[in-house]
């Protein structure tokens, strides 16, 4: 049920039951794919109501607006994505830096293509504090990620890290959506190839290279 009160706003209804629920993890569903097909500016609530197969009171009850549950989808994206690097730090453990890194790069990237939308919720205007502040967990919490297998990385330099990296995966979503799919996975290889290079420059040791 936290999971649930994260996910809505504060001004929206809290579902108190299974199937509450289940219709709030089908909105939030239906509008990945609205934002992911049409943008952020051109969604509409009516658009996702439909899209879910629900009316548009039903979206109401728990979300007051489009803002609302851009944040709550925002909410959930960092939730996954931390929990696929516990996961990835765990797996990885006995691996080399550059083996690491690789690893990593390929669980962005697939994280990237299993939701379409994570980009266009990320680029949509921020509707709180806590929109930022779960920006920001994002990015802390990738630099910790960098740090633990080379301490000796700062924080500083290690957040530095995480907004390029997260900048250039962001970046690769603009050009996938002009390409056919064929290009798309040419696209996703190249950067993998140039976020590989970066990651590995800026986190090994000279003798590691």
């Excluded at 239906?30 to 009316?55: N, P, W």
């Excluded at 690097?85 to 994280?111: N, Y």
């Excluded at 290690?158 to 959506?177: D, E, G, H």
Aim: a positive charge; proline letters at 3%; hydrophobic letters at 40%.
């Amino acid at each position: 049920m936290k999971e649930f009160r994260a996910r809505c706003n504060a001004e929206g209804r809290i579902p108190q039951q299974a199937r509450g629920e289940q219709l709030v993890s089908e909105l939030l569903e239906a509008a990945a794919s609205e934002f992911a097909e049409v943008g952020y500016d051109a969604a509409t609530m009516t658009a996702i109501s439909k899209r879910a197969g629900t009316s548009i009171g039903a979206i109401y009850q728990y979300f007051p607006n489009k803002e609302a549950v851009v944040s709550a989808l925002r909410t959930q994206y960092v939730d996954e994505m931390e929990e696929h690097w516990m996961k990835l730090q765990e797996a990885t453990s006995g691996l080399s830096v550059k083996q690491r890194t690789q690893s990593f790069v390929d669980a962005m990237i697939r994280f990237m293509v299993e939701h379409p939308g994570y980009i266009t919720i990320l680029d949509a205007p921020p509707d709180s504090k806590r929109d930022k502040e779960t920006r920001d967990r994002l990015r802390a919490r990738l630099a910790n990620v960098f740090r633990t297998r080379r301490p000796s990385v700062s924080q500083e330099q290690a957040y530095r890290v995480a907004c390029v990296s997260l900048q250039m995966i962001k970046s690769m979503n603009a050009l996938c959506a002009e390409a056919k799919p064929q290009e798309r996975l040419e696209i996703i290889k190249e950067y993998k190839l140039a976020l590989t290079a970066y990651l590995e420059k800026r986190l090994l040791h000279r003798k590691e290279q």
